[in-house]
């Protein structure tokens, strides 16, 4: 049986795709652009059908960064690293380390273009495992004076971008008794809910993990199994779990008047966004949104500014959302069309000053 590789068109500057020589799994380390700088994205570990899949995942997720990063006015590139487990795979402590071990050394052959951070299925402990390996790794534990686990910055830019997309759906941004459906309880979809919860808003919320039921009880949110989620009525729908969720048949469906959330990559397709607009469902795009986590991330590595100060920077992630918007409307295009034209000015602008020195 011949397996079709499930790859997105290759633009990326370098990817490597390696099997680790310690765990035995699959790595893929995308390089898709470090036009504006060392790139900047984190290493996911998660369960794939076929290594092929993790690896169309890693190109698919490293090219989403580098709009992610040039949006939200980084000098840093694009990239991503993906750990693959096989189905039905559990690591014990010691396969565990020794995957991260690997990921450092993969890490390290890119001599600084790329460098990595948690991400889903990762920890801030697993990257002091990376860190034995390279240098080039960011948001180590508090513990040892890293930066820590970006989840609450990224939860405060997903805030902010809501209040911004309430502002613009209704004239005001507050929360109190608006309807929100948080699809997916992880690291920054439950701190979301929390905050929300305690801003008066009505929370409906799943996760493919039952556990978490739990923290829907004890917000006095309504729980809905997965896969139902988008049929709630709502103000806005809140990607919050793994990406592609937002299929044709799911925005067909979709009970909410918006969409707004952490999710990487939450449109199936992009032509979702062109689905959404007809319905009349405001897209908040979510490289925008979710930005909070990479910019508290490069900006803490690199020293600029106090943490109040970078703090500041992330809740700014409101405004940006206000703007594209705006642009959005006044230019009668969707908010993806001006979010990645904004990626877009600045990656251009950035090669027009070093084409003429690569020709010298």
């Known amino acids: 049986m011949t397996h079709t590789l499930p790859l997105p068109d290759l633009s990326h ?17 995308a390089l898709h652009s470090s036009i504006l700088g060392s790139a900047l994205g984190g290493a996911r570990m998660w369960s794939y059908p076929h290594w092929s899949d993790a690896v169309g995942d890693a190109l698919r997720l490293s090219a989403a960064m580098t709009l992610k990063n040039a949006a939200a006015g980084l000098d840093a590139g694009g990239g991503k690293s993906v750990i693959c487990l096989p189905p039905g795979t559990t690591l014990d402590a010691g396969r565990r380390r020794a995957a991260y071990l690997d ?25 002091l495992v990376v860190s034995e390996r390279t240098a080039h790794v960011v948001g180590l534990p508090d513990a040892v004076g890293g930066s820590g686990e970006p989840a609450g910055p990224t939860s405060l830019g997903v805030y902010e971008s809501l209040r911004a997309t309430l502002e613009h759906l209704t004239g005001v941004p507050e929360l109190d008794g608006r309807r929100i459906t948080i699809s997916g309880l992880g690291q920054v979809g439950s701190r979301l809910a929390v905050r929300l919860s305690t801003e008066g808003a009505q929370l409906t919320v799943t996760d493919v993990y039952p556990a978490k039921r739990a923290l829907a009880a004890e917000l006095g949110a309504r729980w809905v199994e997965p896969g139902t989620e988008h049929v709630v009525e709502a103000d806005v729908f809140v990607p919050a779990g793994i990406g592609g969720l ?90 993806l069309d001006a979010a990645e034209e904004r990626a877009a000015e600045r990656l251009a602008a950035a090669r027009s000053v070093q084409e003429p020195l690569l020709v010298r």
Do not use: Q
């Not at 500057?13 to 380390?29: A, C, K, N, Y």
């Not at 999710?263 to 007809?278: M, T, Y």
């Open 13 to 29: 500057e370098r990817v490597e795709v390696t099997t680790g020589p310690r765990s035995g799994l699959v790595i893929t380390v």
């Open 103 to 127: 990921l450092g050394d993969a890490v390290e052959r890119f001599e600084g273009r790329y460098r990595t951070a948690e991400d889903v299925g990762s920890t801030t402990d697993d990257m």
């Open 246 to 335: 937002l299929d044709a048949e799911v925005i067909e469906g979709l009970a909410a008047r918006a969409v707004c959330g952490p999710a990487n990559n939450p449109l199936a397709h992009r032509s979702g966004a062109d689905r959404l607009a007809a319905r009349g469902i405001l897209y908040a795009p979510d490289f925008v949104v979710n930005a909070g986590g990479v910019v508290y991330l490069d900006l803490e590595a690199k020293h600029l500014g106090s943490r109040a100060e970078i703090m500041h920077r992330v809740a700014a992630i409101g405004d940006t959302v206000r703007a594209i918007f705006a642009d959005a409307d006044l230019r009668g295009i969707t908010p």
